[in-house]
């Protein structure tokens, strides 16, 4: 399939809307008693009252509303499935199209950035330790959240920079690090502290319950899932998504340097790793995945985006076998109805079939000081539903230390 785009490798998916064009969108709203939109966000960041002030031109008003909700955003405009969530509960879908709800947080978010709002204050000091293990979405929703309450709050993550999933699992294209830093700005700002390129090891774990009020272990699920039995996964060339997002981040994948490239799975990290193969100069991008077209759990954006760049989708079908001798030469598939087969030519072989825990946070249990939420309670849901979690946690916790 020839490329209808050719993108460098980390620019934007979607264009940003100027102050015309998201004054028309927000001048589409019907200004609903109920909401609709609101009521289906799952981390509350209440369209509905941002959407109203874009309309009458309150843009500080529509930041505002954004980053007292939510504290990740500028995250959440790029890359939350509002097709399913907000856009989708949209009173305007029974007229013609949904509000772009999205585009429209994104825009106020860029009104803070270029005025440099400071929206968030932290809170009166309550006397109060917590610490936050992860740098991921969850753990900075836990960590804003308490900060406003006037709780002293460090977070440790392994990583150099912080922002977990976020800047290490999702593709420049769609999460830039601009915006990743502008959500740990406002982070910063409450007085959070970071402790980074540091591992918490359960032994530490201990140490830092007894050193503070409250822990929360917010880790996500940073470790990837493949297929049992898969013959053939150990050969020079195959990898898994999380990994491979990661190197093709830092800088450790040259241009051109992929070959051919087969990835299996049908959701979001599946299509974030093709358009990056494609964006780092692969030719031939094919994702295939066991679920058909119509049920396949990437959301539609983000499949035409790889399209749009590409990638050649082969739906129904599963991994038998990655073939080669040392080296991945191909991988051979089996239609789900046993009908056909065929085999797929490959340099680069991805696997992104889900995410689980690293072994040595699997052990970890809630109870005493020790708190858990994020991917690592819930399984691996969306960065919004992390965010979600995150604040119910921190009311939770503000709660047992009587803040």
């Given amino acids: 399939m020839p490329k209808t785009r050719q993108l460098p490798y980390g620019e934007k998916a979607e264009p940003a809307l100027n102050i015309r064009l998201a004054m028309e969108e927000a001048s589409r709203c019907l200004l609903c008693d109920d909401a609709p939109c609101s009521r289906d966000c ?36 790029e890359i939350c499935p509002r097709e399913r969530l907000c856009e989708k509960a949209c009173s305007r879908c029974g007229i013609d199209k949904p509000i772009q709800i999205g585009r429209l947080q994104a825009f106020a978010m860029e009104q803070e950035k270029l005025f440099g709002m400071k ?51 999702i593709t420049p294209s769609r999460l830039s690090d601009e915006t990743i830093d502008q959500d740990i700005a406002a982070v910063e700002g409450l007085g959070v502290k970071f402790v980074m390129n540091h591992r918490v090891s359960a032994e530490e774990l201990a140490k830092l ?5 409250a822990v929360y272990v917010g880790v996500g699920l940073s470790a990837s ?24 981040r830092t800088g450790k994948i040259a241009q051109g340097s992929l070959g051919k490239v087969v990835i299996v799975g049908g959701g979001d990290v599946a299509m974030d790793c093709a358009s990056t193969a494609l964006q780092l100069g692969s030719k031939d991008v094919f994702v295939t995945f066991i679920e058909t077209r119509e049920n396949m ?18 739906p129904a079908f599963k991994p038998l076998e990655v073939v080669g001798d040392d ?35 699997k052990a970890v249990k809630m109870g005493g000081k020790i708190w858990i939420g994020g991917d690592l309670l ?26």
């Fill in 297 to 314: 759990p990437a959301s539609q954006k983000e499949l035409f985006y790889a399209v749009d760049l590409g990638a050649s989708i082969i």
């Fill in 42 to 77: 799952p981390a509350g960041t209440d369209p509905g009252k941002f959407i109203r002030s874009i309309r009458f031109r309150n843009f500080k008003g529509a930041a505002m509303t954004i980053r007292e909700n939510n504290i990740l955003g500028a995250c959440c405009a």
């Fill in 225 to 248: 899932k493949m297929i049992p039995n898969m013959k053939g996964a150990d050969k020079k060339g195959v990898t898994t998504a999380l990994p491979f997002l990661r190197a093709a």
């Fill in 119 to 169: 929206i968030l204050e932290k809170g009166a000091p309550c006397g109060k330790k917590v610490a936050c293990i992860g740098a991921g979405p969850s753990s900075l929703a836990v960590a804003s959240e308490l900060a406003k309450k006037g709780v002293d709050v460090t977070i440790y993550d392994e990583n150099e920079k912080a922002g977990g999933v976020l800047r290490y699992g």
């Fill in 327 to 361: 080296a991945v030469k191909g991988v051979k598939l089996a239609s789900m109805d046993g009908a056909s087969s065929m085999e797929l030519a490959a340099d680069t072989v991805i696997f992104a079939v889900g995410q689980k825990a690293t072994d040595d946070y």
């Fill in 378 to 403: 819930n399984g691996g849901q969306t960065v919004v539903a992390a965010v979600s979690i995150g604040k119910g946690m921190a009311k939770a916790i503000a709660e047992a230390l009587k803040i």
């Fill in 209 to 213: 319950a007894a050193e503070n009020d």
